[in-house]
């Protein structure tokens, strides 16, 4: 069974990098076709996309976010790391990361974790 | 950038009620529009993926239409567990995008 799990701080500084580890397990990212995201949303606010990667190592970005994101995953360890830099206080909001299906759609996702912007 | 536009933002309904939410893509993204149902606080749900295929376990009053760049989704009998923020997402391009979500809400 797939599971999910993101950590990382809760509480980070105006102007800091934030750096979230999203932990899985019940799939492989070397398998051809899957990827893991990341998605996050403001309190009382939508989903937004932010970063996706593939089994493949190709990775995808948010426009308006690209300049500060990077993914990348570790193989060995089941686990995508998401950094984000130049972090500002519009930027608190819970962050997914979810598995990306074969048939493209996000199919599981983890329990989130909820990241405050503040000094 | 594709945008994604939903409607309505909210909707009132009673238990047994057909749903219909619509989302529209700002241009042509085939069948790659996924539907998801979130609950306060908990992580979203996929409902439907390829735009009209349900996914695994949800009851089939839940279904999915269209293709290009008009799609809905309808729950045939709105059930009290069905009171949720339902959202769109397209995965056809390189960037994928979600919608604003529509809240249902009981009358």
């Known amino acids: 069974q797939i599971t999910l799990k993101e950590s990382g701080p809760t509480l980070v500084k105006p102007t800091q990098t934030l750096t979230l580890t999203c932990t899985f397990s019940?799939?492989?990212?070397?398998?051809?076709?899957?990827?893991v995201g990341w998605i996050r949303q403001p309190p009382g606010k939508a989903l937004e996309w932010l970063a996706l990667i593939y089994w493949d190592d190709d990775k995808r970005y948010s426009p308006s976010l690209k300049s500060r994101l990077t993914i990348t995953k570790d193989t060995s360890k089941n686990q995508v790391v998401l950094t984000m830099t130049n972090m500002d206080p519009v930027d608190t909001a819970t962050y997914y990361c979810?598995?990306?299906?074969?048939?493209?759609?996000?199919?599981?996702w983890g329990q989130g974790t909820l990241v405050t912007v503040s000094s | 950038d594709i945008q994604m536009t939903q409607s309505p933002s909210t909707l009132s309904a009673s238990v047994g009620d057909r749903v219909t939410i619509t989302c529209r893509a700002s241009?042509?993204?085939?069948?790659?529009l996924a539907w998801y149902q979130q609950k306060p606080g908990k992580a979203p749900k996929l409902l439907i993926y390829?735009?009209?295929s349900l996914e695994s376990g949800v009851p089939s009053r839940f279904s999915g239409s269209g293709s290009g760049t008009e799609f809905t989704l309808t729950i045939s009998s709105l059930q009290p567990d069905d009171f949720a923020t339902y959202y769109c997402q397209q995965y056809n391009s390189f960037t994928w995008t979600f919608g604003q979500g529509t809240k249902v809400e009981i009358k």
């Open positions: 979810a598995h990306r299906s074969l048939v493209g759609a996000m199919d599981y």
């Open positions: 390829k735009a009209s």
């Open positions: 241009q042509s993204i085939s069948s790659w």
């Open positions: 019940g799939f492989s990212l070397s398998t051809s076709g899957v990827g």
